[in-house]
């Protein structure tokens, strides 16, 4: 559980935080303003308890500069691996539907069948019932399980996978699929086919520095095939046959960072020419088992892989197989079955992240109910805590990121006119949803919750969201896209653009502190969630967003002129980044593009629209790097420099700030100091 400072420092931090580089301290919840000696001497008094520090200048580490005082109280706990402020506040907003789930589990009405009072209480109940849980163990899903181990052929084993992937959703090596929008044609829904389970993943297996890692997850594939039943023989056979597997697998799977590249995902196949993919695989069989048979065209996101895949699809490799996707199945429901397959699964992640001590039962209980009910507590936290004047004020400051977003395309001499006029056109359809959505989605509803009393489990109830889910999506493939469906329910601590909806989404949790505070000024609410908006702006225009066009279909809208000048300054930003480092660990600009793109967007844009106001610029600056405050444990940004397309949040204000013009304007930075870069060496697009 993350370490709840929220009610205890967050007011006296933001008065006390977030101190400006203009010589004055900006306290952002009420705008007063106090005189600071900022570089006056080597040494800085502590506020909190009057020691003497290193001073650190904002000339050299901006980031560290404005968040000292913060990061000095911000603590670990044994039970984290990391903190920012997405996390304290999602902690919080947990706690406050934790205390929902506590009023109505010790309420004794008996609630209306499908109500989400009802589904909360039984829910939490199946969820609590520990004996229950070990009891049921693999319960519904041990026919499943051994459809898998009993198999004798390939096709076998093939059908067996493609039984469970199209009851529930299931999938490891082959016949996992899923219902998306048509990355051509976003108005319909295609049938994408989804790539092999990774594992630890590709980053980690190849990864230079990370093999120690790679020895500890093996060690618990063996734990997990010993907690399933194998002798110590057989398991460390099997896991010595998964990690041989898994390496090939990897080494044809595509990058994370090209996952998100539809020239390489969006592959068209017909089943004529699946069949010529899959020579292994009855694929008439296998697509009817799914119930995706009859389509006209079969998305297959990774092609090398699935060519891999079908070279492992032979006889003799069958046992290795077989005991691949049993880890899997195994894996994937660990936490919703016995006390043991959870435990296992909880000391994997916690030493992966460099988490020293578990969560307490109930917090596991309440986060699990929470997750597997998002809508239902999605529809009480707007009854509770939405604000429709604050939905309006940030409605406005979106028109004004919008507004200056054209004015960045249009004074870009590389770009058309023609070009220009489609970028402005894909500005001026984007839909805006803030909040919560008017119709709640059809999952809410079908989702229900079946009590122990009738013979419910978590396991079951599990498997009813995902038959849910798969439902959900196979009655969607005939039917036109509804672009005013939400994905992300409201509570949640998010903002997020949709390049095939062409959309920016903010859940209504984000409209509050540190992010966007009513009482704040214009500038540092536009450093904070406007600084959050530009940056949602700016992934329609980076490398991934900028291959959609207006209407969200996959279409190159650029001259071969525009599109190989953007890839010049997209590789001077992954040659940027490349240079900074975290924990001595260089930052991956290949994986960080989007983001990095995004970042660099935003600064532009926010800096433009405050113009030369430097008490506003500093406030702007000042709270954009309050936000990005973050503590991990050294296993934790390990697992971030691998696999997470953001840059570390230290890197994502220093970095985007010494590539500022407007940065140096207001400060005194010269090429002395830290935070300096030549003017030639700064980068961007939009600029």
Not at 160 to 174: M, P, T
Not at 635 to 659: C, E, F, G, Q, W
């Amino acid at each position: 559980m993350k370490k709840k400072i929220f009610a205890v420092f967050l007011a006296a931090l933001m008065a006390l935080q977030l101190t400006g580089c203009g010589g004055k301290a900006h306290m952002t919840n009420t705008d007063t303003e106090e005189n600071s000696d900022i570089g006056s001497s080597e040494k800085s008094a502590d506020a909190s308890d009057g020691e003497e520090t290193e001073e650190i200048r904002y000339q050299d580490d901006y980031y560290e500069y404005v968040n000292q005082n913060l990061l000095e109280k911000i603590e670990l706990s044994a039970t984290d691996a990391h903190w920012d402020w997405f996390g304290e506040l999602s902690a919080v907003v947990s706690d406050e539907m934790s205390d929902i789930i506590k009023d109505i589990v010790n309420d004794e009405a008996v609630y209306q069948k499908g109500s989400s009072e009802q589904k909360i209480k039984d829910l939490y109940e199946c969820i609590s019932n520990t004996e229950n849980r070990n009891n049921t163990g693999l319960g519904p899903l041990k026919p499943y399980m051994d459809g898998i181990r009993n198999a004798e052929t390939i096709d076998e084993y093939v059908n067996a996978l493609a039984k469970l992937s199209g009851d529930y959703g299931f999938s490891s090596i082959v016949g996992g699929y899923t219902v998306m929008q048509d990355r051509a044609d976003s108005g319909r829904y295609a049938v994408y086919l989804m790539y092999a389970d990774t594992l630890i993943g590709k980053e980690y297996i190849e990864g230079a520095g990370t093999q120690e890692y790679v020895n500890l997850y093996l060690d618990y594939i063996n734990d997990m095939l010993t907690e399933f039943g194998m002798n110590k023989a057989d398991a460390q056979k099997g896991t010595e046959s998964i990690e041989t597997l898994l390496r090939s697998i990897c080494e044809s799977s595509l990058a994370t960072e090209q996952l998100y590249d539809p020239e390489l995902t969006y592959n068209v196949f017909d089943k004529d020419e699946l069949k010529q993919l899959y020579t292994n695989v009855d694929v008439d069989s296998m697509l009817k088992t799914l119930r995706i048979d009859g389509q006209d065209k079969y998305v297959v996101m990774d092609v090398g892989q699935a060519k891999k895949i079908n070279s492992l699809l032979v006889d003799e490799n069958l046992q290795a197989l077989k005991d691949y996707s049993t880890f899997v199945l195994l894996n994937d429901v660990a936490e919703y079955t016995t006390e043991e397959y959870a435990g296992l699964k909880e000391d994997m992640d916690n030493a992966l992240y460099g988490i020293t001590q578990k969560w307490d039962d109930e917090t596991k209980h309440m986060r699990l109910t929470q997750d597997l009910l998002p809508w239902d507590f999605g529809e009480m936290y707007v009854r509770e805590h939405f604000s429709q004047e604050d939905k309006e004020n940030v409605e406005q400051m979106i028109g004004l990121i919008l507004d200056e977003y054209e004015k960045i395309i249009m004074r870009q001499e590389w770009l058309s006119d023609d070009t220009k006029k489609k970028a402005v056109r894909k500005l001026e359809t984007m839909q805006i949803k803030i909040g919560y959505p008017d119709e709640w989605p059809p999952q809410k509803d079908m989702m229900q919750i079946v009590p122990v009393s009738e013979g419910g489990s978590l396991l079951s109830n599990l498997l009813t969201s995902m038959q849910v889910s798969i439902e959900d999506s196979l009655n969607r493939i005939e039917i036109p896209v509804d672009k005013s469906e939400w994905e992300a329910p409201p509570q949640e601590i998010n903002a997020y653009y949709s390049p095939q909806n062409n959309e920016i989404v903010f859940p209504a949790a984000i409209l509050q502190a540190p992010f966007y505070d009513s009482g704040r000024s214009d500038a540092a609410n536009l450093g904070g969630i406007g600084y959050i908006i530009a940056h949602e702006v700016s992934h329609a225009f980076d490398s991934s967003g900028s291959l959609y066009d207006e209407y969200g279909n996959y279409n190159i809208w650029w001259t071969d002129e525009e599109r190989a000048e953007y890839e010049r300054l997209s590789q001077s930003i992954v040659d940027y980044y490349n240079g900074y480092e975290m924990m001595g660990v260089p930052v991956n600009g290949e994986l960080t593009l989007m983001e990095n793109i995004a970042d660099l967007g935003a600064v532009t844009c926010i800096t433009d629209i405050i113009g030369d106001d430097k008490e506003a610029l500093d406030a702007a600056f000042g709270q954009m790097a309050y936000n990005w405050a973050s503590e991990d444990t050294a296993s934790y940004m390990m697992y971030l420099l691998n696999t997470d397309t953001h840059s570390p949040n230290k890197i994502r204000v220093n970095a985007v700030l010494s590539s500022c013009d407007a940065f140096y304007e207001i400060y005194d930075i010269d090429e002395n100091d830290g935070m300096y870069v030549a003017p030639q060496e700064r980068v961007g697009i939009w600029r």
